[in-house]
């Protein structure tokens, strides 16, 4: 009988791509996907560090397989990702969960087939994380499943050590792949039929710097994959206002195909608690860059990251923030309390936060940016926007897709429409997403 597997991916975008490379490695062996975690027989867990409560969530969800394991002996438990890579915690999860079978890092994630080989020959648990980084392993399998959107990694790690981030940690030392390799990526994916490639690196504008070649530059990477011909569009993220440069601007410019969408994490709109990060620019240069943007391409779309809580926050450098949003007016917000991660610097900060302080923070700055979002997606009234239709959700029994803008659209067809680009007359806003008719 087909063996099956079933991936709990956390964490980020790099992670969901990662776990397609992992479900690639598996679908090489023989492998398919199972519907339901209960019936798989390898269980993987691809797991975050970011913040506390993704690793408490991850921990948790691991203990609850205790109960499958005993009722299959022979189901085999892996987990790898940013959590197991960090200092100990290998060692940690081995002793607290003796049922798991593999741990992994992120650093030999690419060996996952051979570490599965030996535990299936040897019947004995794997353990293996590497201290560092290795080279770039380009011919990983990939099994996609975002379809019409396709990930493709252009860095690997990165060098910012922003004072609260394990990023850096866990994902070693910046690496870009080469152009060549991501290219060639890019035009198998828009061959097969993807519809939408979005490139992901944890700083995207600092690609290439490692090659030290003026020619390989991020802009210059955007322009050379707008010109692979087809209809598709073109996402990046995550961009570092530090280095989000007039070339990278003039580039989204450059073609159609390149979103107005920029996703531009600001952190803190206080210059204090920036360079208490170690974010490397001001209020003032952050306000600046947004500016710019605005100015040069005056439809553009911007969402941005913000941390409250962080060591030193006073009500005025939160003042700052919020007034930092509003002058911005961002189109969407990922709001974060900080978390204490072990081996920041920031771990080691006097002036912690209190927990009900930061509470009450990030209350009123969610309501600010739902206030504003749902004022922007009031201007979508009766406007007709393209949208890449993704999915059908079964529960609302309409399709959705987002517009060039990563705004959310719902909109009900006879006909299956994933995949296509299709023109919506916007009828109902101020909700997270917009709900339309087809035109
Ligand atoms: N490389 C990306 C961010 C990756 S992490 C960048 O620099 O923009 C995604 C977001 O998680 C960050 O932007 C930050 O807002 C948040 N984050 C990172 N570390 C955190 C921590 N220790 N506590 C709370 N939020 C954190
Ligand atoms: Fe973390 Fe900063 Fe690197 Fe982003 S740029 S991954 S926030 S260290
Ligand atoms: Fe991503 Fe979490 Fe790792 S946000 S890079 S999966 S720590």
Known sequence: MVKTYYITTYGCQMNVHESEKLAGILSKKGYIASENIETADIILFNTCAIRENAENHAFGNIGAL?????NNKDLIIAVGGCMTQQTGVAEILAKKFPFVDIIFGTHNLDDFGKMLDKKISSKKRVVEVLENEKQICEDTPKFRTSYPNAWVNITYGCNNFCTYCIVPYVRGRERSRKMDDILEECRRIVELGYKEITLLGQNVNSYGLDFNDENITFPILLKKIADIKGDFRLRFMTNHPKDLSDELIEAMLYSDKICKYIHLPVQSGSTKILELMNRRYTRENYLEKIKKLK????????????MVGFPFETEEDFLDT?????????NGAFTFVYSKRKGTIAEKMDGQIEEAVSK????????????????????????????????????KEMYLGRDEFN?????????????????????????????????
């Open 360 to 395: 009450d923070r990030i209350q009123r700055l969610i309501d600010l940016q739902n206030q504003i979002a749902k004022e922007i997606s009031l201007e979508y009234k009766d406007k007709i926007v393209e949208v890449l239709c993704e999915d059908f959700d079964t529960k």
């Open 407 to 439: 705004r959310m659209c719902y909109f009900s067809s006879d006909e299956n429409l994933i995949g296509k680009f299709v023109n919506v007359k916007i009828t109902k806003t101020g909700g997270i997403s917009l709900v339309g008719e087809l035109v």
């Open 322 to 330: 919020l007034n930092l949003v509003k002058t911005c007016r961002f």
């Open 295 to 306: 100015e040069k391409i005056p439809n553009i779309s911007i969402t941005t990251d913000i």
């Open 66 to 70: 205790k109960k499958l394991k005993k």
